[in-house]
């Protein structure tokens, strides 16, 4: 993985020294919270319901081991010992002291981490595959333009101030793990002529108030106009883009406005003008960050471990764990193991500090020092040997770590709604917990099969309900909890927004409701179909049915 | 980039572009003008930052202010999209901008200023002379503070000190203090010290929390080889020297890029033009108090309530300069600042 040389640890003492300044600036009150406010979002700080809120970026989800034990050490250190990871593949910390930030930026800093731009109207964290490196689809490993695109756009001049902010991920293979259609701008890498890698991009997607597809800008830009391809769009967004009405400030809005034919006029207007030779990434440069990236000194094994096999056979806990969260990977005799942090009635996201240290431990023996965190606010080890997943499993599982439910329906993604958020209306951990204890049962979640649910405490879809399979809003009628429902939506190569079904729910009605229509997907179901592809099928309206039977 | 005064308050128009112009009608008003005013509406309104931008980019050449609701904190956001200059607003503190402007240096991609993006300062592999030479270019005349915080930025866990714990080190070990006090601090114990200087290194030690402190010694074998009965700095003070300084020196500090001293400017004629960066025999050496004067030094002794060396009439030994003692051979040695001793070896390089 990428590993700083001195310019990076430059620019991040560099920003630290600057941020020092600015807390006390704002401590003796030269800089008002107004003036503080767009500096400190900068640096991935928020204020919160109770406290103020750190979030410290995983540039595209990878991390080592150092690095998510400290993690760890700043939960247990700074914060009430454990931490909270997000949809952006970043981690939160609920409680630092706002005089605690420039020690625990300092810490991170040792590590090679930051919490620049976690937060504010600039250029966010890049998030990309989960399995980046791992899986047999991709074309390349998108992980290299994600780090490119991470220091371009890191402490950006001209797009640090932008009308709102700016979401962009990488993917390298047809299937998007990665909710490309969902970001402001999504790239997919191509081959382009002459076999070169080319990116497809899209644009305008997100999901919030008013929630839209990306669509597709451009089929094939070469790699080596990329940053000046981005630089256009966010030309365009930033002279374009609206900024008298906080809720329509996202790109989304000027491309649904403009049109997407007219906002690619724009685009290439922009794109002409620039000086693409200053912003060619030099070849060597590339193959220096590539070289970070190269894969791991993977052994030749057979296709087949016994000991995994024997494993199989002997313990129906890891057979199902392995069943249900272990990932094909490229290399013979190896596997991605996903790391689910959604025990039954837990919080979706959060983590110990211990488990940061086991997690650490297990990634440093077993996946060559690497681990992810994926959108899906689970962990991966990515390169684990099938013949040690039986000692894997039997450490998460004395941690509880190891929950078999990845992409079942409990696997929920979830915001941190009201119990800390200043913007929700509504719970969404509570409505998760009684949703996971309901349906805890994990032969009926794998007689359901692959089904996403989502959770958001308020319409700025932090959990991303509009792409969930099931989408569950939490909305605030004349002071109480309510919750909407939606299904048929999808974040992946073949994204769409879910339907409402009709009039929000009380908090307890949501788990029972849900069940229901799980309950008859099961009952209408043909043969091989998974729950999206019955809705895509039958449209809403069974499920709607279900829903309000009993009410 | 400048920093222009505030304007007198008056009604009457400025002829500033606000910030929200289309673009095409800056980009008509640029030409044949040889000043353009952006007026930022709001600082969070980054317009602005875009319109420089493209007019530098096709070729505006004329002079380029920003003016309106600017924070300090977007002065190098400001430069770097081809402002020339600020127009600050009534009460606003200059300093805080030029701290801004200073504060960051690495920039990581191209826009319309001369900063070189880290890309190609990567693949134009600079050679030490010439990091030298940019460095003490912009840091000059900074403080001593602002000096050694660079250096470590710059030669991250490759730096040291050295130090002979003389009469003036407390100065220079505190300042190191204050920025990193893990940082290796080189103590060449010639054998030759007073007791008194050992015991005040201990105690500038503990007092200033310094946790990295490595002794260097000269190589036992060698020295029983050349100088069994322990005089030769009678007979020979250059060997004397070479055997007690320059090899065991040029040992331990090897696993070093940079090496921090403690000389000033104001020591010795010589000094007049002393860098705050250079490079000797092969390595960097910061000269972080190289800006500081007799009365300086003698303030932070004060300020921070600094032990004095016990042997040191402070006065005397930190104010004259003169040539070393004959004994103690002469500038051969790395790192070694000249100063008048107050035992057979002079209190060398602070």
């Not at chain 1, 839209?212 to 089929?219: G, N």
């Not at chain 1, 997690?359 to 684990?384: G, I």
């Not at chain 2, 005064?5 to 289309?22: C, H, K, N, W, Y």
């Not at chain 2, 010589?270 to 108090?289: H, I």
Request: with cysteine; proline share 6%; hydrophobic share 40%.
């Amino acid at each position: 993985m990428y590993r700083y040389d001195e310019f990076d640890h430059a620019l991040v003492s560099e920003r630290i020294a600057e941020f020092t300044d600015q807390v006390r600036r704002r401590v003796d009150g030269r800089l008002t919270e107004d003036q503080f406010k767009p500096l400190r979002l900068m640096n991935g700080v928020y204020l919160q319901l109770h406290a103020y809120m750190l979030r410290v970026a995983v540039p595209y989800g990878t991390m080592n081991s150092a690095q998510l034990k400290k993690l760890g050490h700043i939960a247990r250190v700074y914060d009430k010992g454990y931490g909270h990871f997000t949809t952006r593949t970043n981690i939160q910390y609920n409680w630092p002291a706002l005089s605690d930030l420039p020690a625990i930026l300092t810490e991170l800093a040792e590590v090679e981490m930051h919490a620049i731009q976690t937060s504010g109207n600039c250029i966010r964290n890049v998030t990309t595959d989960v399995f980046a490196g791992a899986t047999d689809e991709e074309i390349e490993d998108p992980r290299p333009w994600c780090e490119i695109i991470r220091q371009w756009s890191t402490i950006h001049p001209e797009f640090s101030f932008l009308p709102r902010k700016f979401k962009i991920a990488v993917i390298a293979s047809e299937t998007d793990r990665a909710a490309i259609r969902t970001h402001d701008v999504g790239l997919q890498i191509v081959r382009g002529e002459n076999g070169e890698t080319a990116f497809r991009v899209f644009v305008g997607g997100g999901q919030g108030r008013l929630p839209h597809i990306a669509q597709e800008i451009a089929p094939a830009v070469p790699g080596r106009e990329l940053l000046a391809y981005l630089t256009a769009i966010l030309r365009a967004y930033n002279l374009l883009g609206r900024r008298d009405n906080i809720h329509k400030a996202r790109i989304k809005i000027l491309v649904a406005a403009l049109g997407i034919d007219a906002f690619r006029e724009e685009v290439e207007r922009q794109f002409e003008t620039l000086r693409h030779e200053d912003l060619r990434i030099p070849d060597d440069e590339l193959a220096r960050i590539q070289a970070y990236f190269a894969p791991p000194p993977f052994e030749t094994l057979p296709k087949h471990s016994g000991p995994f096999d024997r494993a199989l056979l002997a313990d129906p806990d890891f057979a199902r764990w392995s069943r249900n969260n272990v990932r094909r990977h490229r290399a013979p005799g190896y596997a991605s193991a996903i790391i689910s942090l959604k025990p039954v009635g837990g919080v979706p996201g959060d983590m110990t500090a211990d488990q940061m240290d086991v997690v650490a431990k297990l990634a440093r023996r077993f996946s060559f020092d690497e681990v992810r965190a994926a959108y899906e606010q689970n962990l991966v080890l990515p390169h684990v040997k099938l013949d040690d997943l039986p000692e894997v499993w039997r450490t998460l599982h004395a941690h509880g770590l190891a929950t078999a439910n990845a992409d079942l329906v409990t696997d929920v993604i979830a915001c941190p709604g009201l119990d800390y958020c200043s913007l929700a209306n509504a719970r969404s951990i509570p409505v998760a917990q009684a949703l996971s204890k309901r349906l805890a049962d994990l032969d009926f979640q794998e007689k359901l099969g692959p089904i996403r649910v989502n959770m958001s405490g308020c319409i700025n879809a932090c959990g991303h309900h509009h792409v969930g399979h099931i989408g569950v809003l939490g909305v605030d009628r004349k002071g109480e909890e309510f919750y909407q429902i939606t299904v048929g939506g999808s974040p992946d190569e073949q994204a769409a927004l879910g339907e409402i079904v009709g009039k929000s729910l009380p908090a307890e009605d949501v788990a029972p409701a849900i069940e229901r229509a799980l309950n008859r997907y099961l009952a209408i179901r043909h043969e091989g179909e998974r729950f999206i592809d019955t809705v895509r099928r039958t449209g809403a309206e069974p499920f709607r049915e279900a829903i309000y039977e009993a009410a | 980039m400048r920093l222009l005064d505030p304007l007198p308050e008056t009604d009457e128009p400025d002829g500033a572009i606000p910030g929200d112009t289309p673009l095409a009608e800056v980009e008509a008003a640029a030409v044949g003008a040889n000043r353009l005013t952006i007026r930022f509406g709001a600082f969070r309104d980054g317009r602005g930052f875009s319109l420089a931008s493209i007019l530098r980019e096709r070729g505006y050449g004329g002079e380029l202010i920003a003016a309106g609701d600017l924070l300090p904190d977007q002065a190098r956001h400001l430069k770097r999209s081809g402002f020339d200059a600020v127009r600050l607003n009534a009460g606003a503190d200059p300093a805080e901008w030029r701290a801004m402007l200073a504060v960051i240096d690495t920039v990581y991609q191209p826009a319309s200023d001369v900063a070189v993006p880290v890309w190609h300062r990567r693949a134009a592999v600079e050679t030490l002379e010439q990091k030298a030479a940019r460095l003490d270019a912009r840091y000059r005349d900074a403080d001593p503070e602002t000096v050694l915080a660079a250096a470590h930025r710059e030669f991250p866990g490759r730096i040291a000190q050295l130090s002979s714990f003389g009469a003036e080190a407390a100065v220079s070990l505190h300042l190191l203090a204050q920025v990193d006090p893990a940082t290796p601090v080189l103590f060449l114990d010639t054998g030759q010290h007073f007791l008194q200087t050992l015991s005040y290194r201990d105690k500038l030690t503990a007092r200033l929390g310094l946790t990295n402190v490595k002794i260097v010694l000269p190589d036992a074998a060698e020295r029983a080889g050349e100088d069994p009965k322990n005089d030769m700095w009678r007979s020979d003070p250059d060997a004397c020297c070479d055997l007690r300084k320059v090899r065991p020196l040029g040992r331990a500090a090897a696993a070093y890029d940079a090496l921090i001293t403690g000389r000033k400017r104001y020591q010795a004629t010589t000094r007049e033009r002393l860098a705050v960066f250079e490079v000797l025999d092969g390595q960097v050496r910061v000269n972080p108090l190289a800006n500081l004067d007799a009365d300086e030094v003698e303030a932070r002794f004060d300020d921070h309530d600094l032990p004095a060396h016990p042997l040191a009439d402070q006065a005397t030994l930190r104010s004259v300069a003169g040539p070393a003692p004959a004994r103690c051979g002469r500038a051969r040695m790395p790192a070694r600042a000249a100063g008048p001793a107050p035992t057979r070896w002079s209190a060398a390089f602070t």
